[in-house]
């Protein structure tokens, strides 16, 4: 039948959404906002790269990390509130927009953070923080049209609007003082533990109706666009050793297979797991399942960073030798895994020995990974032994670990009822 709510554009209240209600996908203005995250991730990722190669290793780290807290923070608290209220009326399109503005505007700034980082003075986060603030205020109008429509869940729009609306009036102050790092992380340390405590505090009593499914195919779909960096480094590398005097040679395929045998394996690791069904049984855990993707989000960007840095390798234009080469991939590729398995253990409960025989013998792939680099196993054929490291998880998974992962739903599903 034809979706009446999507009959017109005239303004409909705020009122909240079913959180059960069934078959709810991503809509087509998520997908939209979703495309200017392509271009912030892309960025912080070349920036990463650019430092990681000059082997400013403060620099990169310190500035990506940053990058990603900020955007990936930002992306959520839009996506769980669209998936809780989302009316797809003319004034949630404008701030959906409006929150678009903000991340092209924030992603112009990456420039001048890692430049300040690297020069050791003030950290200069003025343009990034004018668009963070530019994705964040919309929010306030939005949270308060829920606490006019919606009274049951007012005292919650209420801490959001207060700890929102606060923590950006810091941010701005932070940027008048033009604040050494340093002094910059002591100063804005309260005002990162507001923005992130402040769902915790507005969902305690009376929760916000976020559908669980919605959410998992939401982040599902972040890290997708996140996994494309990892297939854009991968061409980079083939650019790079496709172009030079000795064109298609086996390095070249052998440098294709593993990039994107390490692509494959990441994404489906992060995929066996109906997270869907997961979450549902687990709202209660929402907080742990946002905090848990922030760091997937940032070592798969960081993983495709990993693979522009072995372009620059190949091009011989970076200091870094063939085994810190290879470190740069295989250190975030370790983090996603050790992240993943942290919140598979919390969400499902399980202190399952195949996990931890699944884990050693990740972290046996990852040593030799390592080890072969260092012996002088060349970077293609180190990243190639580094694909297999996902790979364990999905071999196992799909062969015997399936039956423990439905036993461990139905089981939880059994002690709810």
Not at 219 to 239: A, C, K
Not at 331 to 351: D, E, M, N, R, W
Request: charged share 15%; proline share 4%; hydrophobic share 55%.
């Amino acid at each position: 039948m034809f979706d009446t709510r999507h009959s017109g554009r005239r303004r409909r209240p705020l009122s909240g959404r079913d959180q059960n209600e069934a078959h709810r996908t991503a809509t087509p203005l998520e997908l939209l906002y979703d495309l200017t995250f392509v271009v912030a991730f892309g960025t912080a990722a070349n920036h990463l790269a650019h430092y990681l190669a000059e082997g400013h290793l403060a620099t990169a780290i310190a500035g990506f990390s940053i990058a990603v807290l900020a955007v990936v923070w930002a992306w959520m608290n839009y996506s769980w509130f669209a998936s809780a209220y989302d009316t797809d009326d003319w004034l949630f399109r404008i701030a959906t927009l409006l929150q678009m503005v903000g991340v092209i505007v924030w992603t112009l700034g990456l420039e001048e953070l890692f430049e300040s980082l690297d020069q050791g003075g003030p950290i200069d986060v003025r343009v990034m923080v004018i668009g963070y603030v530019v994705m964040r205020l919309p929010m306030v109008v939005l949270w308060s049209l829920v606490a006019r429509h919606d009274p049951e869940r007012a005292p919650a729009a209420y801490r959001y609007i207060r700890t929102i609306s606060l923590a950006q009036a810091g941010w701005l102050t932070l940027v008048l003082l033009q604040l050494p790092l340093w002094a910059f992380v002591v100063a804005g340390a309260p005002l990162l533990a507001l923005e992130l405590l402040g769902p915790v505090m507005a969902e305690r009593h009376r929760p916000t109706p976020w559908n669980a499914r919605h959410i998992a195919e939401r982040h599902g779909l972040l890290l997708l666009i996140t996994l494309g960096e990892s297939i854009f480094g991968t061409v980079s590398v083939l650019d790079a050793l496709v172009h030079n005097e000795h064109g298609w040679t086996f390095e070249a395929g052998l440098f294709a297979v593993a990039g994107i045998g390490l692509t494959v394996s990441l994404w489906w690791m992060y995929f066996v797991v109906p997270w869907g069904d997961v979450l549902a049984q687990h709202r209660d855990r929402s907080t742990l399942w946002g905090l848990g993707h922030l760091v997937l989000f940032g070592s798969i960007a960081a993983t495709g960073a990993g693979l522009h840095v072995a372009a620059y390798f190949l091009e011989d234009m970076t200091k870094l030798g063939p085994t810190a080469t290879v470190l740069t991939v295989t250190v975030p590729v370790a983090i996603f895994i050790l992240a993943l398995y942290t919140i598979g253990s919390i969400f499902l409960c399980q202190k399952d020995p195949l996990h931890l025989v699944l884990l050693g013998g990740t972290a046996g792939v990852i040593i030799l990974t390592i080890a072969g680099a260092a012996l002088g196993l060349s970077v293609p054929w180190s990243l190639l032994v580094l694909a297999f490291a996902p790979a364990v998880t999905v071999i196992a998974y799909e062969t015997v670990g399936h039956g423990y992962l439905r036993q461990a739903l139905t089981l939880k599903a059994a002690s709810d009822t």
